[in-house]
């Protein structure tokens, strides 16, 4: 996590990565960041699904939420 955490930090400065979850399928996650546009969230999924090794086997999807 600290070096998905440090790309992140590095490429998107002004998102925020604020939490990760587990879900009930193995294969699941959810993160949440916190960004200014949904330009630098959807850089900030990408960069969470393609770092870890899970995301070899299970399918990725983003979903943006605003205020």
């Known amino acids: 996590a ?3 955490s ?4 590095q490429e ?5 990565w604020k939490e990760s979850y587990t ?3 193995r294969f699941a996650a959810l993160d ?3 960004a ?3 330009k ?3 850089i900030a999924a990408t960069i969470i699904s393609t770092s870890r090794w899970l995301s070899i086997t299970r ?3 983003s979903w943006i939420a605003s205020k």
Request: hydrophobic share 35%; net charge neutral; aromatic share 4%.
């Open 32 to 34: 949440v960041v916190e």
């Open 2 to 4: 600290e070096l998905i």
């Open 40 to 42: 630098e969230a959807r």
């Open 59 to 61: 399918r990725c999807n």
């Open 12 to 16: 998107c400065p002004n998102v925020f």
């Open 6 to 9: 440090n790309r992140i930090k």
């Open 23 to 25: 879900l009930l399928d």
């Open 36 to 38: 200014p546009s949904s």
